[in-house]
């Protein structure tokens, strides 16, 4: 009878508990050995009773005769005549998998080799790196599990909180009329940051926001601010200039965007694929801490252009293209090239290239002029944000309710046919319970 280091087991089920992944020891003959039992699996093709998998694991170095396993399951009180005791098939971690493939809190097997290979770690006091992981994987399950599973062990090294519950979850609560207060805060904060910067002036050539009042310019600007909040972007075009929000630090212009869950963060250093694909209930995407002459790049043009009023554009993914659409929030440090007097050029340039420079400059600086609303952000705030939970469906109530009432108190005829789709849609889906809810956030005083 061959020896071997691992022998596998079925048996009837009821005769002995589940036992911890890990296994329980067992004294055989001075020395100790582990066995692991899986949980009760109901019949299948190959067992036509409950039943429970498991295994019984040698120490280094040491292997045990069939007729031995089967005196260690005798031991264990897990063993019945007739019992099904073989050699490992594969590699014990599989099997491994195999035996726990029915709990109810069970992953899939992969995700369970790469949870014991974390353990492995953790249990020898170390920490748990991604190149750590991927080495005791090696040792463990093999070079092509490694290979052909990398995407799942970066997600699962990426998601803590999931697959490693033994972390601790920091949660924090507010109570929903507190959330409301503190979401009523933001935008007001933001609302009084706008009014500031509007002081310095802004600049857009869209008709729509000149010969209207600085109320209906505030109050215009906070519309597209929360639109993205409660609804997306309507297919066809709808001429919404983006904002472009720009200045000195600590000044209020992410203010609002920072926590809201609606905006998709592009990160304005990152190239190639899906930086424009929206997920979830994302609507908006907030480009932020701009350079001068990010708009101008070739990479960045053609999609922003499209983007910023409403246009549906395909960016590249994975393999494939995706049609995106959405709101457009820019923020930036420095002045953008778009609002300079013209491009900075070298000082050997030939007359005619400095032609044909200043005359693409002032094209390019026209066409988002018009699709942008800039506006020059000076003053710090002194206010601080606190936390909202975005979960709570009151805050699309609050929002929506903000919407109609600025939509309504506009004096711009133009302004109020810009958006009166949105408006009209998002005042009838407004309940009077949500209308009971909140109140005003502005009056003409502020």
């Not at 600007?221 to 409660?230: C, D, S």
């Not at 709101?327 to 044909?356: A, I, Q």
Request: aromatic share 8%; proline share 4%; with cysteine.
């Amino acid at each position: 009878m061959s020896k071997k280091a691992t022998w596998c087991f079925t048996v009837r089920s009821g005769i002995h508990d589940p036992t911890p992944e890990e296994g329980e020891s067992i004294q055989y003959n001075s020395k100790v050995y582990h066995v692991v039992l899986g949980p009760v699996e109901q019949p299948d093709s190959n067992v036509d009773y409950p039943h429970q998998h498991g295994y019984v694991k040698c120490p280094a170095a040491v292997s045990l005769t069939k007729g031995q396993a089967i005196a260690i399951l005798k031991l264990f009180g897990a063993y019945e005549e007739g019992n099904y005791v073989h050699e490992l098939e594969s590699t014990r971690g599989k099997y491994h998998s195999y035996c726990f493939k029915s709990l109810s809190s069970a992953k899939s097997s992969v995700e369970r080799a790469i949870k014991r290979g974390m353990e492995a770690i953790e249990s020898s006091n170390l920490k748990v790196t991604s190149k750590r992981l991927k080495e005791v994987l090696s040792q463990s399950e093999g070079a092509m599990f490694v290979t052909k599973n990398k995407g799942c062990i970066d997600t699962m090294m990426g998601t803590p909180e999931v697959f490693n519950p033994r972390k601790l979850i920091i949660n924090e609560t507010v109570d929903s009329m507190t959330n409301l207060k503190n979401f009523k805060m933001a935008i007001q904060v933001f609302r009084r940051a706008v009014k500031k910067a509007l002081e310095n002036g802004f600049v857009t050539t869209h008709p729509a926001f000149n010969d209207c009042s600085r109320k209906d310019q505030v109050n215009s600007i906070v519309i597209i601010a929360l639109l993205p909040a409660v609804c997306q972007r309507k297919r066809v075009t709808d001429k919404i200039p983006g904002l472009f929000l720009w200045g000195n630090p600590h000044c209020g212009k992410s203010f609002l965007f920072s926590q809201m869950p609606c905006y998709k963060k592009v990160s304005t250093d990152a190239e190639g694929v899906s930086r424009y694909r929206l997920e979830g209930e994302q609507g908006a995407f907030l480009i932020d801490d701009v350079d001068a002459d990010w708009l101008f790049r070739p990479t960045n043009q053609k999609t922003l252009k499209a983007l910023s009023i409403g246009e549906t554009e395909q960016v590249k993914t994975f393999g494939e293209t995706a049609a995106v659409r959405g709101f457009v929030v820019m923020t930036s440090n420095v002045t953008p090239d778009f609002l300079r007097n013209g491009p900075t050029l070298p000082e050997d340039v030939l007359p005619e290239d400095k032609m044909r420079l200043e005359n693409e400059f002032r094209i390019n600086a026209n066409a988002w002029k018009r699709r942008m609303v800039s506006v020059h952000f000076t003053e710090p705030i002194e206010e601080e944000a606190n936390f909202i939970d975005f979960d709570c469906i009151d805050l699309d109530a609050l929002s929506k309710t903000v919407i109609c009432e600025m939509c309504s108190s506009l004096e711009s005829e133009k302004l109020k046919e810009l958006f009166a789709v949105y408006h009209s849609n998002i005042s009838q889906s407004i309940t009077n319970e949500q209308q009971e809810l909140v109140s005003l956030l502005f009056d003409d005083n502020e």
